[in-house]
């Protein structure tokens, strides 16, 4: 079963602003997902997830995530994350997160699969995944969705995306305070 497939099946898609095919056997999804659903109220109304992958940015191709990046809003939410997607993550994908309570980053082995987890303070994940593929936003306007989605993973596979090497638990320790959550509503 391919990603898509099994989110798809799992209704685990969260307004998605992309989900179609790339160049070759590549797949490509920007928008949420779903790790915790929200509360059934009734038949035909649900609250929001209680735990999502938020700004997902990712390509897959197959049965594997290539590359994969998201906003968790805590650090405690990789492991249930990681939980529910761990049939598609492969020890030579590159994954990268960007956590809003995390007080540093690092790049930790989990499970035989290795991420990087970096601090997202204000800015999206995509204009962190932009600078650190060395992209400037006016050389991805002329691009049509699929492009740029495409351009920026091919930079970023070309990228080092690694911070210093922590383990799990060390990253567990990073865990502080959100500065998104302290600003309230925007």
């Known amino acids: 079963m391919t990603p898509i497939e099994f989110i798809k099946q799992n209704e685990l898609a969260w307004q998605p602003s992309f989900n179609n095919s790339l160049s070759g056997e590549l797949h490509g999804y920007r928008g949420a997902l779903i790790v915790e659903a929200g509360k059934q109220l009734s038949a035909d109304r649900q609250l ?18 290539n590359f994969f990046a998201c906003e968790l809003e805590s650090f405690n939410h990789f492991k249930p994350m990681f939980e529910k997607f761990q049939s598609f993550f492969k020890p030579d994908g590159t994954y990268i997160l960007f956590v809003t309570d995390l007080d540093g980053n690092g790049t930790f082995e989990y499970e035989g699969i290795t991420f990087t987890a970096i601090m997202l303070d204000e800015s999206s994940v995509w204009n962190e995944l932009l600078e650190l593929a060395d992209l400037e936003k006016g050389d991805m306007k002329r691009l049509n969705a699929d492009e740029k989605i ?3 993973y091919e930079e970023l596979l070309e990228s080092d995306v690694s911070e210093e090497s922590k383990s799990y638990e060390q990253m567990c320790e990073l865990i502080g305070e959100s500065s998104k959550q302290l600003m309230g509503a925007v």
């Open 150 to 152: 495409e351009t920026l």
């Open 48 to 65: 929001p997830p209680k735990i999502q992958a938020k700004q997902v940015l990712m390509v897959s191709e197959g049965e594997a995530f």
